[in-house]
């Protein structure tokens, strides 16, 4: 038998068709929905007068436009209201099971899914959302797709798809001190840019990975799409499993026995090929930060920036409009440069690991007062949990108040917009011109990097205060 | 539902030499509120269109009349970022029918595909050539044949292959719609349920 590679395995178990010269036909287990790309999608059912194929393998909850205060109020955005409003109306008309605003189980979607056993190791997922990547955590093959897609996978529980080409990323060593997971994929693509994954679906493997909580995975699969891979995952094992155990949807009784002997089998055999690997040194990683207006424009926080003259024309351009659209000097230091804006959360960092890391490390201490700090938990049951474990407490004795949960100043399609020329360290994963408002510049980081700002003002190595 | 045919396509095109041209820039996130397909063309790059006061940003290419046509010529690595094909739509509904980029992101060419805006894919080499021609003249005109899978710069003649997947290439040429498609495979598909089951 051949050898097969992690994602050989998901993908070839899932191929219901091969088209001739064409892309597969992949069984898709879960379909993930919210408001902003689904609409479109269900205008199309309605159109052809078709109904959900798979209501039940599909899950939906609005997150993206939701505000982040007062919930239990009527959306105030009458355009946000109404996608809103539709998402409930199209669930509603097709069966699909809803995590309405204001329901226990309500967050963003891909912070949903694990915590309620939605994502399975060994299952495809999909999401009109590119951070769909993040369930590969488990050992998924998980992907972002557009919303004709979207309208297709509710159409048929499937999705055409080329085969994407294989890469193995692997850290190997002991992470320094104050080194998240979100360092790692901001190291990683700092070093083969914002599209050096394109046309690949990604493995992470190594000590350095394997060593994460599942939350930290997550994170970094999470990520898989700024450097433009489709997906990038992790083998599952025994954290895999105990995180998984006992959650709503997961398995259960013998099914969950029978689950986990499958499960056990989904691992990269020995000697298979993949199209690209990469190592790096885990110990070489540092708290990271980015600079400019996409991901891979990243360095070690404590790094001088390149002036500009090692660039090759393109990418000197590009550096150059970059740094200019940030208002930042080439060859200048990060450290000691001030910021206006934190925000934790989003689908990359805004779980209760995150808040944890977050709150006992501002704990005792005072926030910055000239700072604006957003503290947005990922879900429902983030809120909950950080109450229930009194981090709420410590965050408001420190100056901090958490809000409510959605993807909030991350896309910034709701009130939480970071004013034009102001700077934001974000726990986020994009960095682009206005991501977090117009004329907004951001730093992507950690949460300790991003707590450490919070307590000083300006970027501040976490390393520092530890 | 048939997406628009597209066999050749011969017009000018509009350069937009950028590398990274993020799908944030094509359509911001403020401007995904809409719960239909349509208009989005009115605020394709809208941050790089119009200033804050919403006053039209001169030196932007869309806003000089120098350059027209149906062809967008971007930098590499062109609709990176998120997978909202609100960006496609918007690049189609702003009256684009293809784009030319050295590097496409993955899902923005999918999205692309599926709704008639083709992608065309050339090498750097080519792609200067391309906007060194529409800096000597921004009349010049670009022929694109999607059967014979070809761009070629009618000013000097000069041609290149592009890549498409055959699948692909038989739905634009023919206005062929995937789900269609999938709805016929019903059968196989709940055959594959049964076995897994």
Same mark, same amino acid.
């Given at each position: 038998?051949?050898?097969?590679?992690?994602?050989?395995?998901?993908?070839?178990?899932?191929?219901?068709?091969?088209?001739?010269?064409?892309?597969? +036909?992949? &069984?898709?287990?879960?379909?993930?929905?919210?408001?902003?790309?689904?609409?479109?999608?269900?205008?199309?059912?309605?159109?052809?007068?078709?109904?959900?194929?798979?209501?039940?393998?599909?899950?939906?909850?609005?997150?993206?436009?939701?505000? $982040?205060?007062?919930?239990?109020?009527?959306?105030?955005? +009458?355009?946000?209201?109404?996608?809103?409003?539709?998402?409930?109306?199209?669930?509603?008309?097709?069966?699909?099971?809803?995590?309405?605003?204001?329901?226990?189980?309500?967050?963003?979607?891909?912070? +949903?899914?694990?915590?309620?056993?939605?994502?399975?190791?060994?299952?495809?997922?999909?999401?009109?959302?590119?951070?769909?990547?993040?369930?590969?955590?488990?050992?998924?093959?998980?992907?972002?797709?557009?919303?004709?897609?979207?309208?297709?996978?509710?159409?048929?529980?499937?999705?055409?798809?080329?085969?994407?080409? !294989?890469?193995?990323?692997?850290?190997?060593?002991?992470?320094?001190?104050?080194?998240?997971?979100?360092?790692?994929?901001? @190291?990683?693509?700092?070093?083969?840019?914002?599209?050096?994954?394109?046309? @690949?679906?990604?493995?992470?493997?190594?000590?350095?990975?394997?060593?994460?909580?599942?939350?930290?995975?997550?994170?970094?699969?999470?990520?898989?799409?700024?450097?433009?891979?489709?997906?990038?995952?992790?083998?599952?094992?025994?954290?895999?499993?105990?995180?998984?155990?006992?959650?709503?949807?997961?398995?259960?009784?013998?099914?969950?026995?029978?689950?986990?002997?499958?499960?056990?089998?989904?691992?990269?055999?020995?000697?298979?090929?993949?199209?690209?690997?990469?190592? @790096?040194?885990?110990?070489?990683?540092?708290?990271?930060?980015?600079?400019?207006?996409?991901?891979?424009?990243?360095?070690?926080?404590?790094?001088?920036?390149?002036?500009?003259?090692?660039?090759?024309?393109?990418?000197?351009?590009?550096?150059?409009?970059?740094?200019?659209?940030?208002?930042?000097?080439?060859?200048?230091?990060?450290?000691?440069?001030?910021?206006?804006?934190?925000?934790?959360?989003?689908?990359?960092?805004?779980?209760?690991?995150?808040?944890?890391?977050?709150?006992?490390?501002?704990?005792?201490?005072?926030?910055?007062?000239?700072?604006?700090?957003?503290?947005?938990?990922?879900?429902?049951?983030?809120? !909950?949990?950080?109450?229930?474990?009194?981090?709420?407490?410590?965050?408001?004795?420190?100056?901090?108040?958490?809000?409510?949960?959605?993807?909030?100043?991350?896309?910034?399609?709701?009130?939480?917009?970071?004013?034009?020329?102001? &700077?934001?360290?974000?726990?986020?994963?994009?960095?682009?011109?206005?991501?977090?408002?117009?004329?907004?510049?951001?730093?992507?980081?950690?949460?300790?990097?991003?707590?450490?700002?919070?307590? $000083?003002?300006?970027?501040?190595?976490?390393?520092?205060?530890? | 539902?048939?997406?628009?045919?597209?066999?050749?396509?011969?017009?000018?095109?509009?350069?937009?030499?950028?590398?990274?041209?993020?799908?944030?820039?094509?359509?911001?996130?403020?401007?995904?509120?809409?719960? $239909?397909?349509?208009?989005?063309?009115?605020?394709?790059?809208?941050?790089?269109?119009?200033?804050?006061?919403?006053?039209?940003?001169?030196?932007?290419?869309?806003?000089?009349?120098?350059?027209?046509?149906?062809?967008?010529?971007?930098?590499?690595?062109?609709?990176?970022?998120?997978?909202?094909?609100?960006?496609?739509?918007?690049?189609?509904?702003?009256?684009?029918?293809?784009?030319?980029?050295?590097?496409?992101?993955?899902?923005?060419?999918?999205?692309?595909?599926?709704?008639?805006?083709?992608?065309?894919?050339?090498?750097?080499?080519?792609?200067? !050539?391309?906007?060194?021609?529409?800096?000597?003249?921004?009349?010049?005109?670009?022929?694109?044949?999607?059967?014979?899978?070809?761009?070629?710069?009618?000013?000097?003649?000069?041609?290149?292959?592009?890549?498409?997947?055959?699948?692909?290439?038989?739905?634009?040429?023919?206005?062929?719609?995937?789900?269609?498609?999938?709805?016929?495979?019903?059968?196989?598909?709940?055959?594959?349920?049964?076995?897994?089951?």
């Amino acid at each position: 038998m051949s050898k097969k590679t992690l994602f050989d395995k998901v993908w070839d178990s899932h191929v219901v068709s091969q088209i001739e010269g064409g892309p597969s +036909v992949v &069984y898709i287990d879960r379909h993930l929905v919210h408001e902003v790309t689904s609409p479109q999608a269900f205008a199309g059912l309605d159109k052809r007068g078709i109904k959900v194929a798979r209501p039940k393998q599909t899950f939906a909850t609005p997150d993206h436009n939701v505000p $982040t205060i007062d919930q239990h109020l009527t959306i105030r955005d +009458v355009l946000s209201r109404s996608q809103v409003e539709t998402l409930t109306k199209n669930c509603e008309n097709h069966g699909v099971t809803l995590f309405g605003l204001n329901h226990p189980w309500q967050g963003v979607v891909h912070v +949903v899914g694990p915590e309620l056993g939605i994502t399975l190791p060994g299952s495809t997922m999909v999401c009109g959302d590119s951070h769909t990547s993040t369930h590969g955590a488990f050992g998924a093959v998980a992907f972002g797709i557009g919303t004709s897609e979207v309208e297709m996978v509710l159409a048929t529980q499937c999705i055409m798809q080329p085969k994407p080409k !294989k890469m193995l990323i692997e850290v190997n060593g002991k992470l320094g001190k104050g080194v998240t997971a979100k360092d790692i994929i901001l @190291y990683i693509i700092s070093k083969i840019s914002a599209s050096g994954g394109t046309g @690949y679906f990604i493995e992470f493997a190594g000590s350095a990975i394997t060593s994460l909580s599942m939350e930290g995975r997550m994170t970094l699969c999470n990520m898989s799409i700024e450097m433009g891979a489709r997906g990038g995952m992790i083998a599952p094992d025994e954290t895999t499993f105990n995180y998984v155990k006992g959650r709503e949807f997961a398995p259960k009784g013998t099914d969950w026995d029978k689950a986990v002997v499958y499960w056990k089998t989904l691992k990269t055999d020995d000697g298979a090929e993949f199209d690209s690997v990469i190592r @790096y040194d885990g110990g070489d990683i540092e708290p990271m930060i980015t600079y400019g207006t996409n991901p891979g424009m990243g360095c070690k926080i404590s790094d001088t920036l390149p002036d500009g003259s090692e660039f090759a024309d393109n990418n000197k351009t590009t550096f150059l409009k970059a740094l200019k659209y940030m208002d930042i000097e080439p060859g200048s230091k990060m450290l000691g440069r001030k910021i206006d804006y934190v925000f934790l959360g989003s689908c990359t960092n805004g779980r209760i690991e995150d808040f944890r890391t977050f709150a006992s490390f501002v704990k005792g201490k005072k926030k910055d007062k000239d700072t604006i700090v957003w503290l947005v938990p990922g879900s429902k049951q983030v809120e !909950k949990q950080c109450i229930e474990e009194g981090i709420d407490k410590i965050l408001n004795e420190a100056g901090f108040e958490l809000r409510q949960p959605g993807c909030s100043a991350c896309l910034a399609m709701n009130d939480d917009k970071v004013p034009e020329g102001k &700077y934001a360290v974000a726990t986020s994963n994009r960095n682009f011109e206005g991501r977090q408002g117009p004329g907004s510049r951001t730093f992507l980081a950690s949460p300790l990097t991003a707590a450490a700002a919070a307590l $000083t003002g300006v970027i501040t190595d976490p390393r520092e205060l530890m | 539902m048939a997406i628009d045919k597209f066999i050749t396509l011969e017009s000018p095109a509009i350069p937009l030499p950028i590398e990274n041209v993020d799908t944030d820039q094509i359509i911001p996130a403020r401007f995904l509120k809409a719960t $239909t397909r349509d208009g989005f063309g009115e605020n394709l790059f809208r941050d790089w269109r119009y200033d804050k006061n919403n006053n039209k940003i001169s030196n932007f290419v869309l806003n000089n009349s120098t350059y027209t046509g149906k062809i967008l010529v971007g930098g590499r690595n062109f609709g990176s970022g998120s997978s909202r094909e609100h960006a496609a739509w918007a690049i189609y509904d702003y009256g684009f029918k293809v784009v030319v980029s050295s590097f496409f992101a993955d899902i923005f060419k999918n999205n692309s595909l599926n709704n008639g805006l083709l992608p065309v894919q050339v090498s750097e080499g080519f792609l200067s !050539k391309i906007y060194s021609a529409i800096e000597a003249n921004p009349a010049t005109k670009l022929k694109i044949d999607l059967e014979n899978q070809t761009i070629t710069l009618l000013s000097s003649g000069e041609s290149e292959k592009f890549d498409i997947n055959p699948y692909k290439r038989t739905c634009l040429m023919n206005g062929y719609d995937d789900i269609d498609y999938l709805l016929n495979m019903k059968d196989k598909i709940e055959a594959f349920e049964k076995s897994k089951a």
